[in-house]
């Protein structure tokens, strides 16, 4: 999972929590006092005290947890020590309850106010919240697990270095499967140590010399350097040049100065430093992959009307099916398939070659003005940009997001030049950007990957919706659609 997913999963954790604690601490009060005192006391007398009162709880509830490490990574905890944790944060959320209910209720004279409804209303909201909290994690955890032995959900590692360290690292990784991490492969020029399984003799792929290399053609989320740095700082200063250049994160076992053993590399409190890697606030990836859910699903439910109207008009003008798919180079290097209305005859790929050679771009993408492989109601499509509204739906299920450097084709990936413009891979692709709005398909490549970057260093919330704002005026104009 890369770091935005990881955000945005965290925060919805983090969410979750408050609802839960908020919900089940109506329903106790409910059941305790009445609705007569809720509705009464804590909604109609002094709204304004209420109100202060109410953040001072949620903010006792989330310091509570957050205290006892209910946000940190727990891959390794077993059952009680997860059911440990949660019940110390429960307690603590409890306590914040209790004082809660004394500073609305005692003040106001909340009728029916007793002591023994008072605590069992705590007693009550204790054991709700340890039980659905536990639950919710549980089921979490074993969901998660699930869909990462079957290849989802994962974070690619290519492992720096082939001594016992690295060794035992890779080994944890591999046995344990179900934590997500897949290996990649190791990177030095030869064995340093004896003890190598059978499974890992045939992952050497290479000297340092070849990680440039490497980095350009591998699916790819970390790289981790497990070399001394005594011995190895200039090595390893270029190593996390490298991944800067291809925005790859860099990470180092914390234990820099000791080539022996494995550490605690994967220890539920980790020594892993990290050495490089792209920082996004959370709560912005958080607002941008919900902006993302709710105007691609909004967009797909509105627009269901025009896509019978447009998938009826392709079936009609040419033969073929209605949608073009095609393998798009996305985050990490990751490929997944883009959907788009189909513009083109249905054999076009098949007739790449007979205009290859009137490309009108002078990078390694394609760009005809007059392709004649488009069909009538393709040209239509193309100068609306309708034939892009399918891409809501990679947006929806998370492969693209509403702004972002624009997904490339296979082809045009592999005639990349420089390694820098692999920077772009570092962020989930767009249906817009700085490109589609300062002109499209008459900027050079070049300046098209400049763009790219230069969205990426300056990346706020505010700038994608001045992108979105901006792309509405450019697409109405159809400037640049070729």
């Given at each position: 999972?890369?770091?935005?997913?990881?955000?945005?999963?965290?925060?919805?954790?983090?969410?979750?929590?408050?609802?839960l604690c908020a919900g089940?601490?109506?329903?106790?009060?409910?059941?305790?006092?009445?609705?007569?005192?809720?509705?009464?006391?804590?909604?109609?007398?002094?709204?304004?005290?209420?109100?202060?009162?109410?953040?001072m709880l949620v903010s006792?509830?989330?310091?509570?947890?957050?205290?006892?490490?209910?946000?940190?990574?727990?891959?390794?905890?077993?059952?009680?020590?997860?059911?440990?944790?949660?019940?110390?944060?429960?307690?603590?959320?409890?306590?914040?309850?209790?004082?809660?209910?004394?500073?609305?209720?005692?003040?106001?004279?909340?009728?029916?106010?007793?002591?023994?409804?008072?605590?069992?209303?705590?007693?009550?909201?204790?054991?709700?919240?340890?039980?659905?909290?536990?639950?919710?994690?549980?089921?979490?955890?074993?969901?998660?697990?699930?869909?990462?032995?079957?290849?989802?959900?994962?974070?690619?590692?290519?492992?720096?270095?082939?001594?016992?360290?690295?060794?035992?690292?890779?080994?944890?990784?591999?046995?344990?499967?179900?934590?997500?991490?897949?290996?990649?492969?190791?990177?030095?020029?030869?064995?340093?140590?004896?003890?190598?399984?059978?499974?890992?003799?045939?992952?050497?792929?290479?000297?340092?010399?070849?990680?440039?290399?490497?980095?350009?053609?591998?699916?790819?989320?970390e790289v981790v350097i497990?070399?001394?740095?005594?011995?190895?700082?200039?090595?390893?200063?270029?190593?996390?040049?490298?991944?800067?250049?291809?925005?790859?994160?860099?990470?180092?076992?914390?234990?820099?100065?000791?080539?022996?053993?494995?550490?605690?590399?994967?220890?539920?409190?980790?020594?892993?430093?990290?050495?490089?890697?792209?920082?996004?606030?959370?709560?912005?990836?958080?607002?941008?992959?919900?902006?993302?859910?709710?105007?691609?699903?909004?967009?797909?439910?509105?627009?269901?009307?025009?896509?019978?109207?447009?998938?009826?008009?392709?079936?009609?003008?040419?033969?073929?099916?209605?949608?073009?798919?095609?393998?798009?180079?996305?985050?990490?290097?990751?490929?997944?398939?883009?959907?788009?209305?189909?513009?083109?005859?249905?054999?076009?790929?098949?007739?790449?070659?007979?205009?290859?050679?009137?490309?009108?771009?002078?990078?390694?993408?394609?760009?005809?003005?007059?392709?004649?492989?488009?069909?009538?109601?393709?040209?239509?499509?193309?100068?609306?940009?309708?034939?892009?509204?399918?891409?809501?739906?990679?947006?929806?299920?998370?492969?693209?997001?509403?702004?972002?450097?624009?997904?490339?084709?296979?082809?045009?990936?592999?005639?990349?030049?420089?390694?820098?413009?692999?920077?772009?891979?570092?962020?989930?692709?767009?249906?817009?950007?700085?490109?589609?709005?300062?002109?499209?398909?008459?900027?050079?490549?070049?300046?098209?990957?400049?763009?790219?970057?230069?969205?990426?260093?300056?990346?706020?919330?505010?700038?994608?919706?001045?992108?979105?704002?901006?792309?509405?005026?450019?697409?109405?104009?159809?400037?640049?659609?070729?």
């Amino acid at each position: 999972m890369n770091q935005q997913a990881r955000n945005f999963l965290l925060e919805g954790a983090m969410l979750a929590d408050l609802v839960l604690c908020a919900g089940v601490l109506t329903v106790s009060s409910v059941h305790d006092f009445g609705s007569h005192w809720l509705g009464g006391t804590l909604l109609v007398e002094r709204p304004l005290i209420q109100i202060v009162l109410g953040l001072m709880l949620v903010s006792g509830w989330h310091l509570s947890f957050v205290a006892v490490g209910a946000y940190r990574s727990h891959r390794l905890s077993t059952p009680p020590q997860l059911a440990m944790m949660l019940c110390k944060g429960t307690l603590i959320a409890a306590l914040c309850a209790a004082l809660w209910s004394v500073a609305h209720a005692l003040p106001f004279g909340a009728a029916g106010f007793s002591f023994s409804a008072f605590a069992l209303q705590i007693v009550d909201f204790a054991v709700l919240t340890f039980a659905l909290l536990l639950l919710s994690r549980m089921g979490a955890r074993y969901s998660t697990r699930w869909m990462r032995r079957r290849g989802r959900n994962l974070r690619f590692v290519l492992m720096v270095g082939t001594n016992s360290r690295a060794v035992a690292m890779a080994e944890f990784m591999t046995q344990h499967s179900s934590l997500g991490y897949r290996l990649t492969g190791f990177v030095d020029s030869k064995w340093h140590t004896a003890e190598v399984p059978r499974d890992f003799r045939q992952m050497l792929m290479g000297d340092l010399e070849a990680l440039p290399s490497l980095l350009r053609v591998l699916t790819l989320d970390e790289v981790v350097i497990a070399l001394p740095i005594a011995s190895f700082y200039e090595p390893i200063c270029s190593i996390i040049a490298e991944c800067r250049k291809h925005g790859i994160m860099a990470r180092c076992e914390g234990r820099l100065f000791d080539a022996q053993g494995a550490g605690s590399f994967f220890e539920p409190e980790p020594s892993l430093i990290t050495l490089h890697e792209s920082y996004r606030s959370r709560n912005s990836v958080l607002v941008k992959r919900l902006l993302d859910v709710l105007v691609s699903l909004c967009a797909l439910l509105v627009l269901t009307p025009l896509f019978v109207v447009i998938a009826a008009a392709i079936k009609v003008s040419s033969p073929g099916p209605i949608f073009f798919k095609q393998e798009r180079v996305g985050l990490g290097k990751r490929r997944f398939k883009i959907y788009k209305f189909r513009t083109m005859v249905e054999d076009a790929e098949k007739r790449m070659h007979e205009v290859a050679h009137l490309n009108e771009s002078a990078g390694p993408t394609f760009k005809l003005t007059r392709d004649p492989r488009i069909t009538r109601i393709g040209q239509l499509l193309r100068r609306t940009s309708l034939d892009e509204v399918p891409q809501f739906i990679n947006v929806l299920i998370g492969e693209m997001s509403l702004v972002g450097p624009r997904p490339l084709p296979v082809r045009d990936y592999d005639g990349f030049s420089e390694d820098w413009y692999r920077r772009r891979f570092s962020v989930k692709p767009g249906i817009t950007c700085l490109w589609q709005i300062m002109g499209r398909s008459s900027i050079a490549f070049d300046r098209w990957m400049e763009l790219d970057i230069n969205y990426i260093d300056s990346w706020s919330l505010w700038l994608d919706l001045k992108i979105l704002l901006r792309t509405i005026p450019v697409v109405l104009r159809g400037s640049g659609a070729v």
